[in-house]
Antibody
Framework: EVQLVESGGGLIQPGGSLRLSCAASGFTVSSNYMNWVRQAPGRGLEWVSVIYSGGGTYYADSVRGRFTISRDNSKNTLYLQMTSLRAEDTALYYC??????????????WGQGTLVTVSS | SSELTQDPAVSVALGQTVRITCQGD??????ASWYQQKPGQAPVLVIY???NRPSGIPDRFSGSSSGNTASFTITGAQAEDEADYYC???????????FGGGTKLTVL
């Protein structure tokens, strides 16, 4: 059974740093493309970052230069290192497995999310 | 444009058919995928590809596409279909994934 479990969220002051983790089971993280997606309170979904099986990474303009996505193949875990956090980064952060097939990109499995609150 | 545009809210009478649309240039290159999100829950994939439903998704849900517009249709809406619906695609010029702003569906 595929499962994604996020952790590492919490209350952090503006300018601070936080590392989110997403422990995967039932599949191999390094063989798939893995994403972070966030949702601010009462708002829609916002894609944050992706790491492809080959190691390539991409970031939304709103986080580029501040966030770093990575994975630990030995732990089958995805990470998101967040620095220089701002109030607008406050959101529920989901990790999601990405697939490409049938002519579309899609996220077939999602975790339950970890909440990041940036506030003084 | 690297955006996906959805109507913020749509309503449908119980048992009737409703269509939710998503517009964006990226949809000329890829089919959209669609997600259902109920309050307090993670999004759930409901449609991907030309018109593919993951296992367990009701067959009253369907998808279609034309040009830069993708559509998600519920034929015979049920009370449990009341939720937020998001479209998703990929911008091939930036390799960024994109979400539409979401459509809140109310079943009357």
């Amino acid at each position: 059974e595929v499962q994604l479990v996020e952790s590492g969220g919490g209350l952090i002051q503006p300018g601070g740093s936080l590392r989110l983790s997403c422990a995967a089971s039932g599949f191999t993280v390094s063989s798939n493309y893995m994403n972070w997606v966030r949702q601010a309170p009462g708002r829609g979904l916002e894609w944050v970052s992706v790491i492809y099986s080959g190691g390539g990474t991409y970031y939304a303009d709103s986080v580029r230069g501040r966030f770093t996505i990575s994975r630990d193949n030995s732990k089958n875990t995805l990470y998101l290192q967040m620095t220089s956090l701002r109030a607008e980064d406050t959101a529920l952060y989901y990790c999601a497995r990405g697939l490409y097939g049938s002519g579309s990109h899609y996220f077939d499995y999602w975790g339950q999310g970890t909440l990041v609150t940036v506030s003084s | 444009s690297s955006e996906l545009t959805q109507d913020p809210a749509v309503s449908v009478a119980l048992g009737q058919t409703v269509r939710i649309t998503c517009q964006g240039d990226s949809l000329r290159n890829y089919y959209a995928s669609w997600y259902q999100q109920k309050p307090g829950q993670a999004p759930v994939l409901v449609i991907y590809g030309k018109n593919n439903r993951p296992s367990g998704i009701p067959d009253r849900f369907s998808g279609s596409s034309s040009g830069n517009t993708a559509s998600f249709t519920i034929t015979g809406a049920q009370a449990e279909d009341e939720a937020d619906y998001y479209c998703n695609s990929r911008d091939s010029s930036t390799n960024h994934l994109l979400f539409g702003g979401g459509t809140k569906l109310t079943v009357l």
